[in-house]
């Protein structure tokens, strides 16, 4: 069986951080391009991510999903405004994408060292 990865976590935070830049450099365009492709990105990573969430406490593994789901959903609101220029947001991407990628690396290293004498 071939095994599917998503994409790094620093692909992940390089590419919000690209949407970032575009959105203070004026691209409104690219910004909502790129923030398009992150949104794809994080699918895929939350894709790559979901079997790691089967060894988790229930609650902590809805935590994660629920978070990602609200990156993804942000994100893909940041770009329907950037597209139809109703406003000019000045997005902390980066911050939410790394505290997320933060969060299911702690998740995974609790689980993993209730299993290390």
């Known amino acids: 069986m071939e095994r599917h990865e998503g994409p790094g976590a620093e692909a992940l935070v390089d590419h919000a951080w690209m949407v970032a830049c575009a959105v203070v450099l004026g ?5 909502a391009a790129a923030a398009d492709r992150l949104v794809g990105e994080l699918v895929v990573h939350d894709e ?4 790691a969430r089967r060894y988790l406490e229930p609650h902590l ?12 959903a942000g994100v893909a ?16 991407l980066r911050s939410a994408v790394v505290g997320l990628i933060l969060a299911e690396a702690a998740a995974v290293g609790d689980c993993a060292s209730a299993y290390v004498d």
């Open 77 to 92: 609101r940041l770009a329907e405004e950037l597209r139809a220029g109703t406003s000019w947001p000045r997005p902390a």
């Open 27 to 31: 691209h409104r365009m690219d910004a």
């Open 61 to 72: 593994a809805q935590t994660l999903v629920s978070s990602a789901s609200s990156l993804r």
């Open 48 to 51: 790559a991510f979901a079997p």
